[in-house]
Structures are given as structure tokens and as C-alpha cells.
């Protein structure tokens, strides 16, 4: 049962453009979201992350929504740029029954974006 | 590297060997996290810790044993290397803030 779903594999945008990553999930426990990129051969490094708490956080060209009703979030970037190419990972954390989660985190499958100049 | 460090960084392993991923962190946080990478999928939790002594399962602990008698090591153990083994492994440790996790460079194990 996969709990976090990333159903886009690949996408691809020109520079300048903006870049819509979509990610769903199943579990109502999740109160954490977190976005990753991930450069080939490198571990995945931390983007951006949002509250269950709120719709929206911002950071430069990096924006997470947060629609807690259709258990989905997006990431959007604005403007693409060739440097965004990578594999994005959506990722969710859960309060567990002691009200700590210990900070495990459960994963999409990530999604290849990649920005043609 | 983000304070992370995993070694070996590629692996060749026959089935049946034995083998310890090794992951040191230089923060001194008390959570650390073993995570696999199968191609074409996202990150899954193997084992983690929450202090030195202190370990538990993930979501595919089966084949694979942890131990934290300090800090900053918390080293992973193939006991009996299967074929469905192969994948790349991520350390992280975590940063103190927002539920984020610093990851390391990975170990790419490939079993045969």
C-alpha cells in the first residue's frame, strides 16, 4: 500500500516556465510534507516543507501548496531554470502514537523534471 | 555531504556474503535513519535510532541488522546477501528542525 504517490514519472518544461510537481497521499496521520531533490549519484537534499497546519509555503523560486481535503500537495517553480534538473521526491511524516514521529519520513517514487534551455 | 558519511560507496557482493554499510554523522544527533533506493522507486526506511542503544524497524527491515553503540556510527549489516539486496542505500541523520533529514552520498550494492 503505497501511502505517498508521485503518478507522474517524468515531466518536462522549457526554461523560464513553470514547473508543476504533484504529489497524493492516503494516510490522515501525515501532518509533515517535505520536498527532495536528488542529483545522480548524490543523496537527495531538502527543498522545501509545509505544515498540515497551512496551504502554503514559499522559498525563492519554490512554492508548496497544501490541500488537506484532497490529500494532495504540489510543488511549483517559478522560473524553471536547466539547474532544476533532477528527480523529486514528495515525502510525509506521521505523528506516531506517543505524538512524535521520530522524524521518519515515507517517500513518493519521485518524479524526473527535467528543463530544457 | 551535510555532515553525513557512508562508505564503501559501490559494493560487489556474492549471494550468501556478508557485509557492513558504515554511516558516521558529525553533528552528534540523536536520530539517524537507513534508507534503500530501488530503481525507478522512492526511499524506503530500513531501520532507525534514536539514541545510542536505541534501535527499531523500519518499513523493510527483513535481511538486515543495526547497531548504535555511539552517536555519531550506526552501521548497517547484510548478514546473508540475497539478490533482491541490490540497490542504492542512503544514511541520514537528522537536523534538528521542521522534520528535515540530511542524507549521505549513498552505497550502491549490487548482489550476484
Known amino acids: 500500500d503505497q501511502q505517498v504517490k508521485q503518478n507522474s514519472p517524468s515531466l518536462s518544461v522549457q526554461e523560464g516556465r513553470i514547473s508543476i510537481l504533484n504529489c497524493d497521499y492516503t494516510?490522515?496521520?501525515?501532518?509533515?510534507f517535505l520536498w527532495y531533490k536528488k542529483y545522480p549519484a548524490e543523496g537527495p537534499t531538502f527543498l522545501i516543507s509545509i505544515s498540515s497546519i497551512k496551504d502554503k509555503n514559499e522559498d525563492g523560486r519554490f512554492t508548496v501548496f497544501l490541500n488537506k481535503s484532497a490529500k494532495h500537495l504540489s510543488l511549483h517553480i517559478v522560473p524553471s531554470q536547466p539547474g532544476d534538473s533532477a528527480v523529486y521526491f514528495c515525502?510525509?511524516?506521521?505523528?506516531?502514537?506517543?505524538?512524535?514521529?521520530?522524524?521518519?519520513?515515507?517517500f513518493g517514487q519521485g518524479t524526473i523534471l527535467t528543463v530544457h534551455p | 555531504n551535510a555532515g553525513v558519511t557512508q562508505t564503501p560507496k559501490f559494493r560487489i557482493l556474492k549471494i550468501g556474503q556478508s557485509m557492513t554499510l558504515q554511516c558516521t554523522q558529525d553533528m552528534n544527533h540523536n536520530y539517524m535513519y537507513w534508507y534503500r533506493q530501488d530503481p525507478g522507486m522512492g526511499l524506503k526506511l530500513i531501520y532507525y535510532s534514536v539514541g545510542a542503544g536505541i534501535t527499531d524497524k523500519g518499513e523493510v527491515p527483513n535481511g538486515y541488522n543495526v547497531s548504535r553503540s555511539t552517536t555519531e556510527d550506526f552501521p548497517l549489516r547484510l548478514e546473508l546477501a540475497a539478490p533482491s539486496q541490490t540497490s542504492v542505500y542512503f544514511c541520514a541523520r537528522f537536523s534538528g528542525r521542521d522534520h528535515e533529514q540530511y542524507f549521505g552520498p549513498g552505497t550502491r550494492l549490487t548482489v550476484t
Open positions: 515525502a510525509a511524516s506521521a505523528r506516531g502514537l506517543r505524538g512524535t514521529s521520530y522524524g521518519k519520513l515515507t
Open positions: 494516510n490522515s496521520m501525515f501532518d509533515y
